[in-house]
């Protein structure tokens, strides 16, 4: 069945740059998302990147998507301590709305 | 985009209850889902909740324990039933609207104790 893999932690100093990584395995994903948790809270949709793309940027976001390896990244420039959370990969087949999500990684901020 | 109001956000039961979840989205979304958090844990996929009809459930997860029901295209309730300690997770609902984005709920914190 598909599956999604994510590294479990990162940790990074205040100001710099964050990427954090994820592989899949499904060929048929039609988009691919990174969702934001914050400790307590729900799912925050960061962005998502249609699978024909390889870059989307939105501010101090860049998704880049290795369709061919089925790997894809986000990186958070001038990463800042109210960047700490647990960031979600998730990617949908061709066969309705489902998520299939990864482990997520813990990302701590350091100052 | 829409928002999905979940509730209760959180919940400590007595094993062998059963507590209802509902979703109320503030615009029709055409397919909604409802997730399970376990501590520490990725989402998992419980069921499709499908207007009208039975909810299509994902390998591992029946009807017996998780009633789902979905009366109109904004609205629709999960209950977790006969709880056990093991039900003790994050559960959360979902929508889309035909495009790519996938709307969450706040998520309900359930303890059974």
């Known amino acids: 069945g598909e599956d999604v893999e994510q590294s479990l932690f990162l940790s990074v100093r205040e100001g710099d740059s964050s990427v954090i990584n994820c592989t899949y395995t499904d060929s048929s994903s039609t988009y691919l998302y990174w969702y934001k948790q914050e400790p307590g809270a729900g799912l925050q949709l960061l962005t998502y990147i249609f699978s024909n793309m390889d870059m989307k940027q939105d501010q101090r976001l860049t998704v880049l998507l290795n369709k061919k390896d089925k790997h894809l990244s986000l990186r958070i420039a001038d990463t800042q301590t109210g960047d700490s959370a647990i960031y979600f990969c998730a990617e949908r087949g061709n066969q309705g709305g489902k998520l299939i999500f990864g482990q997520g990684t813990e990302l701590s901020v350091k100052p | 985009s829409a928002v999905i109001s979940q509730k209760p956000s959180r919940d400590i039961c007595q094993r062998g209850t059963s507590l209802t979840i509902q979703c109320q989205v503030d615009?029709?979304?055409?397919?909604m889902f409802w997730y399970r958090q376990q501590p520490g844990q990725s989402l998992t996929l419980i069921a499709t909740a499908n207007q009208g009809s039975e909810a299509t459930y994902e390998s591992g997860f029946v009807i017996d324990k998780f009633p789902i029901s979905r009366p109109n295209l904004t609205f629709s309730t999960l209950t977790v039933s006969n709880m056990s300690p093991e039900d003790s997770s994050i559960y959360l609902c979902s929508g889309t609207q035909g495009g790519p984005e996938a709307f969450f709920g706040q998520g309900t914190r359930l303890t059974v104790v």
């Open positions: 615009s029709q979304v055409t397919m």
